[in-house]
């Protein structure tokens, strides 16, 4: 009974909120590598355009609410995410003719556009903080759990209730779907093999007819998607701050360079080992232990290697690690 009270407990606190945090993440790195592994370069705004797609799905989203429209046991964002993709992805378009088509005709060097993609995070930053407001923002209606604690506790007879939040499958689920989209869309369609084409010998790419402005269109386009999606389910699961979006960046980048920037199976790995390696030390294991071990061996204190406060610091030290030893990544990406 102990062991399987563990077990519970370490779904609860472990299992499924990395789970569903590491697709949070696969989902934002892809965006990040696809852009390094075609454009050439470190998207530093990718972060903001997660806040400011999720803004305009929260507009819209209450826009719906007050007309009297939802899905039953699903959020409303879910109505409000095509608006909301549609608006971050027109305003990152405007964004690439009006700032980095400039650089790319000037064939500048990558660092450059680094600097430059900077400078739109915190142009974007501002404005999403303008017009949503820096308040922390929970947005989520429908069914808050397929699986409740106490409800699972009276049917089991266990002491640890078991709760899934419907947030969390429904991050699950989207992700899965949105991942097996996006390789289908790569290696099946003429457009996604141009875009591999065009990441893996740009020179080649034009001589074989491939137009070049449309593969960074539809670039952008699918990024801002994957920015939106990733980041609306991040709030739905969590909350909305701007601010946090912002902080968000550096356990997205790490994802993609420990999996290997450039290689999108290598963004999906590497969004769950971060999500993994952060849950994982940032969790107080004292509960799991204590059903665990003979009780002269339970720890005394919350047997917590790190506090959560320096969950962040995780994914830095991975980053840091990767960069040092293994810089193409787990996947063999493109070099940092």
């Not at 790419?205 to 920015?227: C, D, F, H, Q």
């Not at 990733?230 to 994802?255: C, E, H, I, M, R």
């Amino acid at each position: 009974m102990d062991l399987l009270n563990a077990l519970v407990a370490l779904l609860n606190f472990v299992v499924i909120p990395a789970t569903a945090y590491g697709a949070q993440l696969a989902l934002g790195a892809l965006g990040v590598t696809l852009i390094y592994g075609i454009l050439r370069f470190s998207n530093f705004a990718h972060g903001d355009t997660m806040a400011l797609g999720t803004g305009f799905v929260i507009l819209v989203t209450w826009w719906l609410q007050s007309l009297g429209v939802s899905l039953g046991p699903l959020p409303t964002a879910f109505l409000a995410l095509p608006f909301g993709i549609a608006a971050t992805a027109a305003v990152v378009l405007l964004t690439d003719r009006g700032v980095y088509r400039f650089y790319r005709r000037q064939k500048a060097a990558p660092v450059i556009l680094v600097i430059v993609s900077m400078g739109v995070m915190f142009v974007m930053n501002g404005v999403t903080r303008f017009v949503i407001g820096v308040e922390e923002i929970r947005f989520a209606d429908g069914a808050r759990f397929l699986i409740n604690a106490n409800e699972f506790k009276k049917s089991t007879g266990l002491a640890e209730g078991l709760a899934f939040k419907a947030s969390q499958a429904q991050t699950i689920a989207a992700a899965v779907l949105v991942v097996a989209l996006l390789f289908w869309f790569l290696n099946k369609t003429r457009t996604g093999k141009s875009m591999r084409a065009y990441s893996d010998n740009e020179d080649l790419a034009l001589l074989s007819g491939i137009n070049p402005e449309r593969v960074v269109a539809v670039t952008w386009i699918i990024a801002s998607g994957l920015a939106v999606i990733a980041g609306t389910l991040y709030g739905l699961d969590k909350s909305f701050k701007a601010f946090n979006y912002f902080q968000l960046l550096l356990p997205v980048f790490a994802s993609a360079i420990v999996g290997g920037l450039g290689s999108p199976l290598g963004a999906i790995a590497g969004g769950f080992l971060i999500a993994f390696s952060e849950v994982g030390l940032t969790y107080a294991w004292k509960k799991v232990a204590t059903y665990v071990l003979p009780e002269a061996l339970a720890p005394d204190g919350l047997a917590q290697l790190l506090s959560t406060d320096y969950k962040f610091a995780v994914s830095f030290a991975l980053l840091i690690v990767v960069l040092l030893f293994k810089p193409t990544g787990l996947f063999k990406g493109k070099s940092v």
